[in-house]
């Protein structure tokens, strides 16, 4: 259905020329003019094979027609297979020709060619590639329609794309962690070195030092006995000072480390805020899905569109050229051609297509009586039936074409809507209508579709699969709107179907399912991710609580000796004062004794 409309301008006006050459030469040279002047008209290299003509030339026959394309030397505007023509009589007379009917098979339109094709005149080609639709749909099914923007969202949950997500954050944790350690490195040297200024140990150190040596047995006198007291009992209150010291640097450095904990109590809050910046990157935000046609079927309709409407494009360039051809005078082989009403028949694609087409020539301006085209056929043995009616003129300088392309009871083929979400089976039915003028053009298209079904894994979109099945279930068929404008350089099309507020409604309910699960996906992979760095934060405070208590509980421990050796030397001295009071005591009592006896 897509293919009629370079073939048919063509097929119809370039085997003309063989025949009236071959008609009128009769000689090895007729095929080399016969390709030159079709050449001269296209603007691009144009092969004929086996041509054959029938008795006095009113039949003409070739096994294979190709037309290469101007605009890309490495495309055909055409390729045929066998086909016939069919002259009429009386006017060759008069040396014009005169097409009464045409058939032709196996027509191709906008095949690849292996060999790049001579351009002979580019100038020749209507329009500039920039200016024509049929780019701009190119350029839609290369660089937008196949995408899926709105839909590959809501599988934002999948591991994979947590794994690609966290690749592409730039989490704060570990940098804020580096610096709480840095942090908790340098308090801890700090108190380490204003322990030693105050040089605790070295007072204890003097303080074992002063007891050393000290025998309170050894002591002569009484009075050396009390002076060992008094140094005993003025280290013990040395000992209590360094004692009320030590519990006040204890505190401090309790103080100290309350206060590095909070870095790790800040830690969880790190954590949060970075399991925030890495979902907002998956974030679907508003809630709400937007032009579902647009999304869902866009790139299948420019497949659908775009070959057809270069097809227009194309018969309305021919057309201009033969008008071009024929108001420059009688010169050249097209000055006398013209198709008043002929019969057509071709095979286009699975499609067996027969009607009519008139109005073409080169003997009156276009823009006066437009080329005109009606043609029906079905599909064998396959069903489905194709209707292709338009026409083409050149009013003025620019082209004024439309065209009307309708297929029934087609079998539709397997269209992917997404990963894993096909719409197999069914039956379609494409209306298609295109008026172009100059430079502006407008396509509208209606698609049908009935008995489709769903099929596919579903892939991560799930819901969109279940969606569709439950969506088509509730309407008789798919119905697929689209409005297509193209002006000044820049194309837009608008599309709508029945199932669009259904999906919109299902895929709300998706966003939510999918953004509680990538929040709770990412959560965990940022939470595991981050946990070294949150051990790391847990053993460096054990560190600085090593080196800020440790000292002092070290100190504790000597003052606690130190003041046990004060003690036991008080006590020796305080048992020795006893013992040789005791002694005096004793002996004084000796003595009265012996006064008194």
């Not at 005149?121 to 995408?147: F, M, N, Y």
Request: aromatic share 6%; net charge negative; hydrophobic share 45%.
């Amino acid at each position: 259905m897509k293919k009629w409309l370079i073939a048919l301008a063509a097929v119809v006006s370039l085997p003309v020329v063989a025949g009236a050459l071959l008609w009128l030469f009769r000689n090895p040279l007729a095929d080399y003019a016969l390709t030159r002047g079709a050449e001269s008209l296209v603007g691009a290299e144009v092969s004929v094979e086996g041509v054959k003509a029938g008795p006095f030339g009113l039949e003409l026959a070739w096994d294979r027609l190709v037309v290469a394309d101007a605009r890309d030397p490495w495309k055909n505007v055409v390729e045929t297979g066998p086909g016939r023509l069919t002259l009429a009589g009386p006017p060759l007379l008069k040396g014009c020709l005169k097409v009464e009917s045409l058939t032709t098979g196996g027509v191709v339109v906008g095949g690849a060619r292996r060999v790049k094709a001579r351009v002979t005149d580019p100038s020749s080609v209507a329009g500039t590639p920039s200016d024509r639709l049929s780019l701009w749909l190119r350029r839609q099914l290369e660089e937008e329609a196949k995408e899926l923007p709105g839909l590959a969202m809501v599988d934002r949950g999948s591991p994979e794309t947590v794994r690609g997500v966290m690749g592409a954050v730039s989490f704060q944790t570990p940098a804020q962690v580096d610096r709480a350690r840095a942090d908790m490195q340098a308090r801890s040297a700090r108190w380490q070195w204003h322990l030693r200024g105050r040089d605790y140990k070295k007072r204890l150190t003097a303080i074992a030092e002063a007891l050393e040596g000290e025998d309170p047995a050894a002591a002569e006198t009484m009075e050396a006995l009390s002076a060992m007291a008094e140094r005993g009992q003025g280290l013990k209150k040395e000992l209590e000072t360094l004692g009320d010291e030590l519990a006040k640097e204890k505190a401090t450095a309790e103080a100290e480390l309350s206060r590095l904990g909070r870095w790790t109590a800040a830690y969880p809050g790190w954590v949060a805020r970075d399991v925030e910046t890495a979902r907002a990157m998956v974030r679907p935000g508003d809630s709400g899905l937007q032009d579902v046609a647009a999304i869902l079927f866009s790139y299948h309709l420019a497949r659908v569109t775009g070959p057809a409407v270069e097809g227009l494009e194309s018969l309305g360039t021919l057309v201009c050229a033969l008008k071009e051809n024929g108001t420059q005078g009688a010169a050249g082989p097209w000055s006398k051609l013209w198709i008043d009403q002929a019969a057509v028949a071709m095979e286009l694609g699975a499609f067996s297509m027969t009607g009519t087409a008139a109005g073409l020539s080169s003997l009156r301006d276009q823009g006066e009586e437009p080329f005109t085209f009606d043609l029906e056929g079905e599909a064998l043995p396959e069903a489905g039936r194709l209707k292709v009616t338009g026409r083409a003129g050149c009013p003025g300088d620019a082209c004024d074409q439309g065209g009307i392309i309708h297929a029934q009871g087609v079998p539709a083929e397997e269209v992917v809507l997404a990963p894993g979400v096909h719409l197999t089976q069914g039956v379609a039915d494409v209306r298609m209508a295109y008026r172009m003028l100059g430079q502006e053009a407008r396509v509208e298209t209606l698609v049908t579709l009935t008995g489709a079904t769903v099929t596919g894994d579903g892939g991560g979109l799930g819901w969109l699969r279940r969606a569709l099945e439950e969506s088509l279930a509730r309407v008789p068929f798919l119905e697929v709107r689209a409005v297509m404008t193209f002006d000044g350089g820049q194309g837009r099309w608008e599309l709508e179907s029945n199932l669009d507020a259904y999906l919109a409604v299902r895929f709300d309910e998706a966003v939510a399912r999918e953004s509680e699960r990538v929040a709770q996906g990412l959560k965990e992979e940022v939470e595991r991710r981050l946990r070294r760095h949150g051990v790391l934060l847990e053993e460096e405070l054990a560190v600085a609580q090593q080196r800020m208590m440790s000292p002092v509980v070290f100190l504790e421990e000597s003052l606690g000796r130190e003041a046990l050796a004060v003690d036991r030397f008080l006590s020796a001295v305080e048992k020795e004062r006893a013992k040789r009071q005791q002694a005096i005591e004793e002996k004084g009592m000796e003595a009265l004794m012996k006064w008194k006896y």
